[in-house]
Structure formats: C-alpha cells, structure tokens
C-alpha cells in the first residue's frame, strides 16, 4: 500500500494548514525534529502539480514529520538549518521546471521572470540547482545525512547527458552533485520506501536495489552488485565514450557522438517496468547504477495522491509579494493522467513520466471538481482536465499491461500500432461527469489534443461525438493544437503525423462549429530551428503561414534540454530511434537558427535583413517580394478578426505548464 491513511481537504490561509516551514510550524506541533527535510527550488504551493507537497504530504499521511524549505539562499547554511537537522534525509530538487530553463531562453539570454517564484521575479533559485542545493545541504547538515535528490532536473541527468549551455557532455547529475541516491521519474514509491527502510536503521550505501533509483558505487563493488542484482545488467557506453573529444582540435569525435546515440538508445528501449533491467555506466572509477524505473501506480494509489489536505493556495508568507504566479494555471485544474506515448522527439515526458498510461477514476476526479467547487476562490470553470496528453486517457493497449511499452516501435507514429486502443468515450464520459458537478459552469481543455490519436484510431461515430463535445463543452473561442512544422523532413524528426493530417483536423473541427452554429478556430504552434529542419523547410513553413493568413505572436525556438530525442540529434547529428540505423540528421546551429525563426515571424520589421538573408542564402530570391513585398499578413495579437481570417484571433498567453508538457 502507498498510502497508510487520508485525511480531510482543507482550503484555509492559516499557515497551520500548510506542512512547516520554520522552527516555531514545529513547535506549534510538538516537535523537536523533522524527520525528513525537502529543499525545493519553488516557492512552496500546496498544490499536488508541486512535487514538494505531493511528495511531503505523501511521507506526512504515513506519520512522518515532514518540513519545507523553499527557495533557500544558497551562499550561507542559515536557511538550510531553519528547521535544524532531518532525523532521516533530505530531499532535493530544483523544482517543477529545469533551473537552467527558468533562467535563460533557447537563445542563451536570461529570462526576466519565474512563474515558480514570489511575485513572478527571476534569481530566486541558482543555476544547476540540484548540484549547488545539494553542495550546502551537505554543509550544514555534515556527512551523516542522506541526500536524496530528484524533479524534473535530475531525474533527466541520471547519466551522462548533452548541455547546450555549456555545450559539452556532462557527467551524471549524482556524481556531480555528491548525492547519495538519485530518484527518477515521479517518485512516490521510491520516496515511501526509502523513508521506511532509513526508519528501519538500513543505510543509505545499500540501497542499491530500489527502483526508480539511481545509485553511485565502486569499480570493486560492482563486481559483487553484478553478481547479486536482482535484474539483467545492460552495460552503457562509458561517459568517457561518449564525451571523447579529438585532441588536436577539442572537438567531440564521430565515434563519441555514435556512442553517445547508441547510450540514449539503450535507455530509451531497456527502461521498462513490466520487463525490468538494471543499466550500468562507468564514470572513471565510479559505477552509476540506474535500477528498473518504478512500476505504474494503480488507479487507487493514483486517487489517493488527490485527496491529501492540500490548501491549494500558495503559502500565506508569499501574499506580500503577491502570490505566485505559477498556481494560476494550475490552481483548478484536475490531472487525471501521466505518462505520454505521443513519441514526440522533442518532448521529454516520456523520460520523466513513461510511455505507459496511468489514470485516476471517475469518481475521485468527480470528488476533486467537487473539491475546487468549495473553495471561496472557484468561479466555475475548470481550467483543465487532463496531463501531458488530455487525450491519452487509458493504457495504450492491453499487452503494455503485461509486457509494457514495445521497445521497437512507437504506439502513434509513423503510423498508429493495430493494438493501439482508442479512449476517447472514456474521456467524453469523465468530462461529463465532471461537468455536471454542482458550481462547476464549464470545464476546458488546455493540456493538448494529439489529433493524430483522434483522427487515425477514434471511429467516425466517436470522432463526429468528441469534436461536438468539445466545440460546446471545453473550448472558450480557440482551440489550441500543435503540428509544430509543415515540411515533411522536419515533421518526420519531431514524431509529428504529416500536413495533411492537420489539415484534415482543422476541417472536421470547422464543420462540427459550423453544425452547432459556432464560431471557434484553432491557433497552432510552431517550432522554428529544430533538428531536421533545413532552411528549406523554414521556408516551406513561412509560405504555408503567408498563405493562411496566421503568423504566431510567439515564436518557440528549439531549446536542446536534457533528456529528448531531439536534443541527442542536436548534439550528435545522428537519429537514435529504434529502425533509424543512427541516420544523419540535419541540425540547424548559429546563425542559421536565427534565420529559421525569423521566417516563423516574417512579418515583424526587425526580421526584414534576416528573412531576405534566409531567402537569398536558399536561393530563393523569387520570394523576397511575396514575404517581404507588400502588406504582410497582421499578427495574430493585432485584435480579432473577422470570420473569414478566423486564424489570426489572439490566443491565452501560453502557460508554463504547456511549455512544460511541450
């Protein structure tokens, strides 16, 4: 069992009703010790899409005592000892989005907010949190402790991984770091369990045997792992494979690069929980040892997550600065799945997550909207109900049951699998029950639609029944979708379905507002510079923009962050998906992708020498005068449109928790 006992919901302001944060939460408690401390790089929102008071309410419904230290300053130990020593570990972790990502943009310069930050404002967590988090701690709480580090940040550096800000290959987060155990994925029962077996006087050095964990031992002692692991040991390329470099010009080598491929295309097809294996990579004299990843949670373990006494509000030390302005996107919404199958490369849910769908019931989704219906803040609508596919709402087929995801194939694309099982009248029948919980006028959908997944696996009756659904029930005004390029080359390297497919969407969807008598439109997302990508198909993209009438307000930039397919192409220039036999890829860099994202925007003046740059380096001066002569289309900002340019209406500021999903 995961959970020992549930507790009522709370949605008070009384920092009583939050888990502790200082000496005197403690003593208002009666305690003289915590037994776990978590360090998170957010501000502290007790809210289940924060890992921080997911995991402590988790520990603090099995009855331990449990503490949060949020956003520490990192230059001295005096935050790190607010609370005094953990009697069993600390937990750490930069928080819901990658440090370096919360502080620079795909082009390198420093963002100027932190939606996970008080008042919205940047600094408040260092570069590469986990490692300088995890260096104090180790300061102020001596060689005693166990530091356990996880989140997203070290969960996607469990080995040895690409860095485009210091554009070189890294070593695995946890030697870096000097850790004592690395947590993957999202981490509840590895949390559970490592807790308990602490309590029980075992020491962290021997855990070396839990999954979803990652651990650090000797050259020697491998031998003996070796021989008493529980699971089969697949052997990664080295690290110092992977980062050879050639002497004379200090530039990686081809053969390092095919390692580094081949080190990513080993995880990718042996991480799988339902056929376990352990996978082993030497870093000098160190062997990282990363266990099975976790089993699936069950759907009542799942449920259970959702009714801990969370107060679903920020911690009331933040009300001065205004809150935070991260829980706005997520304060009412419902998550009623994880893991992703979508196969696209540029994502890196499926490391993090998995490929194998895990859901909650109907009713504890349908006690969750009722949940939100009473908060004095709730105005009715349900801002999402979903996870990083809203449409994935059931495994992907039977066999992943037993056998788990295919390490072969994708269950989407190129093509869907024939065992690939359509959930969508699951989904419609959650949406309506969760529509119909009283104080609740309407709920969205704002976690993404794979329309491939409707379009290719839905029959024509459920397809016709889930667009008219959604046209009346879940979308206010626009439709956000992701096709993400048009050109073929470039769709192929992501693991998007084609053009037409799009195309064939944006009709259904259009014929079902035009039935019921609406008028909604979709507004697409594009991605400009990734891996594939050539300067022809940039072009090809701008032309297809110029013809709809629709140029994004903002342009994405592909950002090579660690963990995604995408990212080993950027790095390698290889392809290592299964039945790709590492094939070139061809990768956008420097200037080029200024270029490639200045075509995204043709239209914008400053972008006018870079656009004629593009087209005159293409040997396409032809088009100078079609994307640059004349009026060019308006921006999608530039107020609403009549009917007849549906396209350019402007959509909601995209959330972080898209750019997160994305």
């Not at 921080?52 to 419904?61: N, S």
């Not at 087209?615 to 994307?627: F, M, N, S, T």
């Amino acid at each position: 069992m995961l959970i020992m006992h549930k507790s009522p919901i709370v949605t008070g302001r009384n920092t009583a009703d939050f888990l502790p944060v200082c000496k005197e939460d403690m003593e208002r408690r009666g305690w003289d010790q915590l037994d776990i401390v978590f360090i998170t790089g957010d501000a502290y929102v007790d809210h289940p899409s924060f890992g921080a008071a997911l995991l402590g309410r988790l520990l603090e419904a099995n009855g331990w005592k449990v503490g949060i230290i949020a956003q520490p300053r990192w230059d001295r130990t005096d935050d790190f000892l607010t609370m005094g020593c953990p009697k069993l570990c600390c937990m750490i972790s930069a928080g819901n989005i990658d440090s370096m990502v919360a502080h620079y943009t795909a082009g390198g310069k420093p963002r100027g907010d932190d939606a996970y930050s008080p008042g919205g404002i940047s600094g408040r967590r260092p570069d590469r949190a986990v490692i300088t988090y995890t260096a104090r701690a180790r300061q102020a709480y001596g060689k005693g402790i166990p530091l356990i580090i996880g989140g997203l940040e070290a969960s996607l550096r469990r080995t040895s991984h690409y860095d485009c800000w210091s554009d070189t290959v890294r070593r695995p987060v946890l030697l870096d770091a000097k850790a004592d155990l690395l947590v993957y994925g999202m981490g509840e029962l590895q949390t559970a369990e490592i807790v308990s077996r602490l309590a029980a006087g075992e020491s962290v050095s021997d855990m070396t045997d839990i999954r979803g964990t990652v651990c650090n031992i000797s050259a020697k002692r491998y031998e003996e792992f070796s021989k008493v692991s529980a699971w089969p040991i697949v052997e990664l390329p080295s690290h110092e494979q992977v980062c050879e470099r050639d002497v004379k010009s200090n530039t990686p080598t081809q053969e390092g690069k095919l390692a580094y491929a081949k080190l990513f295309q080993m995880k990718s097809t042996h991480e799988n929980p339902m056929r376990p294996q352990c996978l082993a990579q030497a870093c000098g004299d160190r062997m990282i040892i990363q266990n099975p990843p976790a089993r699936p949670l069950t759907t009542k373990e799942f449920d259970d997550l959702s009714q801990f006494p969370y107060t679903r509000n920020w911690h009331p030390m933040y009300d001065e600065a205004g809150g935070v302005p991260g829980l706005a996107e997520v304060q009412f919404s419902i998550t009623s799945n994880r893991g992703c199958y979508g196969a696209c490369s540029f994502c890196a849910i499926t490391s993090h997550q998995g490929r194998m769908i895990q859901v909650r019931s109907k009713q504890s989704l349908v006690r969750e909207a009722q949940t939100l219906a009473a908060h004095p803040d709730f105005k009715g609508y349900i801002h999402d109900l979903g996870g990083p596919t809203a449409n994935f709402q059931a495994p992907a087929c039977d066999r992943q049951l037993e056998a788990g995801p295919c390490a072969g194939r994708q269950c989407l694309f190129p093509s869907p699998c024939p065992n690939l099982k359509d959930s969508h009248e699951r989904y419609l029948d959650i949406l309506d029950a969760v529509q119909a919980v009283r104080g609740v006028k309407k709920v969205f959908i704002r976690s993404g639609i794979r329309y491939d997944y409707l379009m290719r696996v839905a029959d024509e009756k459920t397809r016709r029944r889930f667009l008219e659904h959604l046209v009346l029930h879940n979308v206010s005004g626009q439709l956000k979708i992701a096709p993400e390029h048009v050109a073929p080359e470039a769709l192929d390297a992501m693991g998007k379905p084609s053009v037409e497919l799009y195309d064939a969407f944006r009709e259904a969807y259009s014929k079902a507002n035009e039935r019921l008598g609406m008028k909604q439109y979709t507004i697409p997302y594009f991605i400009a510079a990734h891996p594939g990508s050539t300067l022809d198909s940039a072009i090809t993209l701008a032309l297809h923009l110029k013809r709809e009438g629709f140029i994004p307000d903002q342009a994405q930039e592909f950002y090579p962050t660690p963990g995604t397919v995408a990212t080993c192409m950027y790095y390698t220039g290889l392809d290592p998906r299964p039945g790709r036999n590492f094939a070139s890829v061809y990768v956008p860099k420097g200037r080029e992708k200024r270029l490639q994202r200045a075509l995204l925007q043709f239209h914008k003046p400053e972008n006018r020498e870079l656009v004629r740059e593009a087209l005159e380096q293409a040997g396409r001066r032809d088009l100078i005068p079609v994307l640059l002569g004349g009026h060019a289309p308006r921006p999608q900002n530039a107020g609403r449109q009549t009917q007849t340019r549906p396209n350019r209406e402007r959509p909601r500021n995209k959330s972080r928790q898209d750019f997160r999903k994305r």
